[in-house]
């Protein structure tokens, strides 16, 4: 199994510009997580999915962030527009039961 | 919401000594779950405890459900210099769709 698919890794953008991060889930899991991670504020959960419903998106921090799983095997999360504030680590998990499977991050970086 | 106190933040130890962190909530919960985060990877599940009282071990790894179900520990014993990383604990109350409640992290250095 690949495991959780995150792409891109990186990314660097200038304030102001769209930017989209995706997410290929374990297959057959049907619960998606998206998480944000800096030295600040920890690891932060900003919205989950189960079933591709989002049940939860209260960590989402403003209405320039949004989340889409159009079906079982991807997701998106989106910020536009963005700001350095903005600029962390987005882990995207996905699970079947208990534990958590976590990709590799994408590391953003907003000028 | 539920909140999960992790501690210590932060640890500096000698290669060899053993390590023990804990998390402690306000809340029961159902399933307790220890992650390790290596340094530019996702966290990955260590331990994973379901019944309040129980005591689990891989390797070095050593953890346990407190019996009040709001509390657990994780032991490292021997430590080596590939403990380094961030350790999360993480509660699961079992009512949310898998979803888990996340400690703060504990960092651990490990000098050789």
């Known amino acids: 199994d690949a495991g959780v698919i995150q792409s891109p890794r990186h990314e660097v953008t200038e304030m102001g510009q769209e930017v989209t991060l995706r997410c290929k889930p374990i297959?057959?899991?049907?619960?998606l997580f998206w998480y944000r991670q800096t030295m600040m504020r920890g690891l932060e959960l900003l919205i989950y999915f189960n079933n591709n419903v989002p049940i939860d998106d209260s960590g989402m921090p403003e209405d320039r962030f949004s989340a889409k799983m159009p079906n079982a095997s991807f997701s998106t999360l989106k910020i536009q527009p963005s700001e350095p504030r903005d600029s962390a680590v987005y882990f995207c998990a996905s699970s079947e039961s208990d534990t958590q499977y976590f990709g590799p991050g994408t590391r953003l970086t907003v000028l | 919401g539920q909140q999960l106190n992790q501690s210590p933040q932060s640890m500096f130890i000698q290669e060899g000594e053993d390590v023990s962190m804990n998390c402690t909530s306000s809340?029961?919960?159902?399933?307790w779950l220890w992650y390790k985060q290596d340094p530019g990877e996702g966290p990955v599940l260590l331990i994973a405890l379901y019944k309040a009282g129980e005591l689990t071990s891989n390797g070095r790894l050593t953890a346990q459900f407190g019996i009040t179900r709001k509390d657990s520990f994780l032991n490292i014993s021997a430590s080596i210099p590939s403990d380094v990383g961030i350790y999360f604990c993480a509660g699961l109350d079992n009512t949310n769709a898998g979803k888990s409640t996340f400690g703060d992290g504990t960092t651990l250095t490990v000098k050789p």
């Open positions: 297959s057959g899991h049907n619960s």
């Open positions: 809340s029961i919960f159902n399933t």
